[in-house]
């Protein structure tokens, strides 16, 4: 099957820069996403890997090694309004190309 | 981006009632819905895609008789819980493939059993 990891909780302050991990196992890798989802409300979508390297979209960016089976988002100039839960999330041939499945998810805590 | 509206947001209801929940992409067909479910403080569960015109594929361990999915058309995806229970409270999410990399979520229903 496919498992994906993340860390539970991260905390920053206001402005800095924060990375949050995920390592996952599936077959027949197709591509990394992430997600970000406020208390109660949608999971919306932040970006995708499909290739190792970087990509960059504003404040937020994203990393993919396939061959450490690795990614990480990355978030800069930290706002009160990061706050919010960050998932990623991977399709694997195993469970058919259609399927996201998500990782277990980091809470961003951002203090002031 | 796209936009898929999820209806009702919030409906409680007795125990054995059946609640529908309909998932629509507005701005975009969609002929693969999936419908995720979410407790508190935990991640997206996916518990079955729905394919427009064909029969829904469950994950193992989702009853297909407890959570009925409809795909009639190409934007409209329907998840009926039946004789729904207590321990059926959950926050229930759809999302629509809109392209090959970008899924875009219903806004979620939160079921309350009493």
């Known amino acids: 099957g496919q498992s994906l990891e993340q860390p539970s909780e991260v905390t920053a302050v206001e402005g800095a820069i924060v990375q949050i991990n995920c390592t996952y196992q599936t077959s027949g890798f197709y591509g990394l996403s992430w997600y970000q989802q406020h208390d109660g409300g949608a999971p919306t979508f932040l970006s995708y890997?499909?290739?190792?390297g970087l990509e960059e979209t504003g404040r937020f960016s994203s990393f993919l090694s396939r061959s450490d089976s690795y990614g990480y988002l990355l978030l800069q100039e930290l706002q009160m309004k990061d706050s919010a839960s960050y998932f990623c999330?991977?399709?694997?041939?195993?469970?058919?190309?259609?399927?996201?499945?998500f990782g277990t998810g980091t809470r961003l805590l951002v203090s002031p | 981006g796209a936009v898929v509206s999820q209806h009702p947001s919030w409906v409680i209801c007795k125990s054995g009632t059946s609640v529908k929940i309909e998932c629509r992409s507005l701005?975009?067909?969609?002929?693969?819905m999936f419908w995720y479910r979410q407790f508190p403080k935990q991640s997206l569960m996916l518990m079955a895609t729905s394919n427009e015109g064909s029969k829904a594929t469950y994950e193992q361990g989702v009853e297909k008789d407890k959570f009925l999915i409809n795909h009639a058309s190409l934007t409209l995806s329907t998840l009926t819980v039946t004789s729904a229970h207590p321990e059926d409270s959950s926050f229930y999410i759809c999302?629509?493939?809109?392209?090959?990399?970008?899924?875009?979520f219903g806004a979620g229903t939160r079921l309350s059993v009493l």
């Open positions: 890997n499909a290739l190792d």
């Open positions: 999302s629509a493939r809109e392209s090959e990399n970008i899924q875009y």
């Open positions: 999330a991977v399709r694997g041939r195993n469970t058919g190309f259609q399927k996201l499945v």
């Open positions: 701005d975009f067909q969609a002929t693969t």
